[in-house]
């Protein structure tokens, strides 16, 4: 079982929809989550992270976490085609580095 | 606002070589990390460093070495290289030795072909 575990898709949703990301993890002592986005070929964008349980909002993009079901996920409000990528939820280790789930892929259609 | 910088960007080596990849951090970053992907997998740890001094390793290969410099940038030397090394090989930033609430920022990446 992978630490950190997505739902690989790929998840197609219709323009101006909301896109939900899911992402759960194993290690109960992580304390900081991060969302990235990366298109083909490109480098992972950072797009929201979250460390307290519960949501943080910011534009388009809503962060949820709960630390008790060991849950992250990811919303994404009035989906537009250019959001059309691969999302990778990472969870930040103790000793410092980042532990990636598989990556879900997303495709917003017009 | 200034990104982390890599270099070269695409590197075509033969079996058995070498190779050196570079990456200088954002400014005011102490901490460096690689991280290698795969065609169709998500990006593996490799190793870190914080203020010039090893601070974490993962599943990076004896063949390869990396260190960080007293500018902070960091060098990943990959020496013997296999077909299997071909890939993305990023290197991200943060500050202050990439404690619980500090965000990694990543470079473009390095891609790596191995023929």
């Known amino acids: 079982q992978k630490e950190v575990e997505q739902n690989s898709g790929p998840l197609s949703v219709p323009e101006g929809a909301i896109a939900s990301l899911n992402c759960t993890y194993s290690?109960?002592?992580?304390?900081?989550f991060f969302w990235y986005r990366q298109y083909s070929g490109k480098s992972p964008e950072l797009i929201m992270f979250i460390y307290s349980n519960g949501d943080k909002e910011d534009g388009r993009f809503t962060a949820q976490l709960n630390k008790a079901s060991q849950y992250v996920s990811l919303l994404i409000r009035d989906s537009q085609p250019s959001d059309s990528a691969t999302y990778l939820c990472?969870?930040?280790?103790?000793?410092?580095?980042?532990?990636f789930g598989q990556g879900t892929e997303l495709s917003v259609k017009p | 606002a200034a990104g982390v910088i890599q270099s070269p960007r695409h590197l075509i080596k033969e079996k058995r070589e070498t190779a050196t990849l570079k990456c200088y951090p954002i400014?005011?970053?102490?901490?460096v990390y690689w991280y290698q992907q795969g065609p169709g997998q998500d990006p593996q740890f490799l190793i870190s460093?914080?203020?010039?001094?090893?601070?974490d390793k993962g599943s990076i290969p004896d063949r390869f070495s990396a260190q960080q410099f007293s500018d902070y940038h960091s060098e990943l030397n990959m020496s013997s290289l296999e077909l299997g090394d071909s890939a993305l090989y990023f290197c991200?930033?943060?500050?202050?030795?990439?404690?619980?609430?500090?965000?990694?920022?990543f470079g473009p990446g390095t891609r790596l072909t191995v023929l």
């Open positions: 460093f914080y203020e010039k001094m090893q601070s």
């Open positions: 991200a930033s943060s500050l202050s030795g990439g404690g619980s609430y500090n965000e990694q920022f």
């Open positions: 290690d109960r002592g992580s304390q900081s």
């Open positions: 400014p005011r970053h102490d901490t």
């Open positions: 990472a969870v930040h280790n103790q000793g410092g580095k980042l532990i």
